[in-house]
């Protein structure tokens, strides 16, 4: 059973940076995909990023594409998200999420059905002040 532990989050100002890590345990990694999903205060979860860890193919939301990266560690057992010039509307929990292969082809139909998700970590809060 994959289990996920994000780690990173903190307080930033407005254009400020933050590292988050999703360290990940129980399966292997080549199997899965792999994302960072948002959930603002009072909204439902969304995807932000995910990545494909067999092939590093990889989405990007439409809020996030040229300042977010995702990407992991070459032991395929980490998951990273670099956030750049974060803005208030980035704060909320940033969960880790993963699904086998078999239930998301594609790090887009991960990262766009969240339902697809089998596992979860516990979050990790982001808070952006402007």
């Known amino acids: 059973q994959l289990q996920l532990v994000e780690s990173g989050g903190g307080e930033v100002q407005n254009g400020g940076s933050l590292r988050l890590s999703c360290a990940t345990s129980g399966a292997t990694l080549d199997y899965y995909k792999i994302g960072w999903f948002h959930q603002a205060p009072g909204k439902d979860r969304e995807g932000a990023s995910c990545?494909?860890?067999?092939?590093?193919?990889?989405y990007y939301a439409d809020s996030v594409k040229g300042r977010f990266t995702i990407s992991r560690d070459n032991a395929k057992t980490t998951v990273y998200l670099e956030m750049n010039n974060l803005k208030p509307e980035d704060t909320g929990v940033y969960y880790c999420?993963?699904?086998?292969?078999?239930?998301?082809?594609?790090?887009?139909?991960?990262?766009?059905?969240?339902?697809?998700?089998?596992?979860w970590g516990d979050g990790t809060q982001v808070t952006v002040s402007s």
């Open positions: 999420g993963g699904a086998s292969v078999w239930s998301a082809s594609t790090a887009e139909a991960l990262c766009t059905d969240v339902p697809r998700i089998g596992s």
């Open positions: 990545i494909s860890i067999n092939d590093d193919s990889t």
